[in-house]
T-cell receptor
Framework: AQSVSQHNHHVILSEAASLELGCNYSYGGTVNLFWYVQYPGQHLQLLLKYFSGDPLVKGIKGFEAEFIKSKFSFNLRKPSVQWSDTAEYFCAVRYGGSQGNLIFGKGTKLSVKP | DSGVTQTPKHLITATGQRVTLRCSPRSGDLSVYWYQQSLDQGLQFLIQYYNGEERAKGNILERFSAQQFPDLHSELNLSSLELGDSALYFC?????????????FGPGTRLLVL
């Protein structure tokens, strides 16, 4: 079955620490990959996306993600987090051949201590 | 602001009742998706419409239905409501359907069933 796993439920970091959030999807083939962020009380905002080409993609607010096809992974990274990055982060996958709906991971809550 | 609007923001109703949630996609977008976000199930795809026609169905209950109108706005109808239907309902839109499309999310409607 198509599924997306986010390994960490809750991550707590201090400001300036580096961040890596894991995301794995269930099988290969053509995929479109996304990371969305949901700030407290707000809607989902697109951080970055991968469709094809360079597997290292850069997004907004200093975030980047690397697509590793052999590991079915699309981990999100940021070298130095800020208090304002406190939010919930969702990895989403569109599997090739689908009409377009996304399959989301359960989300990772990030808390950044000032 | 993603350009996707949803009304109402909040809805409180009783078990057994019926409600209608409304979504207006970004200008020019033909595809509308409905998702349900709950604490136990996470973000789950419900249904997709493309240019007025149903394109894909996810984990949508038979008590729920949707439609997309000629002006491309969409409505999600939830009937015979149960306590477990309490959730955040998001609408997303994209220009087309299929691969390499980015979905932009609305602010959501928070439904509380008492």
């Amino acid at each position: 079955a198509q599924s997306v796993s986010q390994h960490n439920h809750h991550v707590i970091l201090s400001e300036a620490a580096s961040l890596e959030l894991g995301c794995n999807y269930s099988y290969g083939g053509t995929v479109n990959l996304f990371w969305y962020v949901q700030y407290p009380g707000q809607h989902l905002q697109l951080l970055l996306k991968y469709f094809s080409g360079d597997p290292l993609v850069k997004g907004i607010k200093g975030f980047e993600a690397e697509f590793i096809k052999s590991k079915f992974s699309f981990n999100l990274r940021k070298p130095s987090v800020q208090w304002s990055d406190t939010a919930e982060y969702f990895c989403a996958v569109r599997y090739g051949g689908s009409q377009g709906n996304l399959i989301f991971g359960k989300g990772t809550k990030l808390s950044v201590k000032p | 602001d993603s350009g996707v609007t949803q009304t109402p923001k909040h809805l409180i109703t009783a078990t057994g009742q019926r409600v209608t949630l409304r979504c207006s996609p970004r200008s020019g977008d033909l595809s509308v998706y409905w998702y349900q976000q709950s604490l136990d199930q996470g973000l789950q795809f419900l249904i997709q419409y493309y240019n007025g026609e149903e394109r894909a169905k996810g984990n949508i209950l038979e008590r729920f239905s949707a439609q997309q109108f000629p002006d491309l706005h969409s409505e999600l109808n939830l009937s015979s409501l149960e306590l477990g239907d309490s959730a955040l309902y998001f609408c997303a839109s994209s220009a087309n359907t299929g691969d390499q499309e980015t979905q932009y999310f609305g602010p959501g409607t928070r439904l509380l069933v008492l």
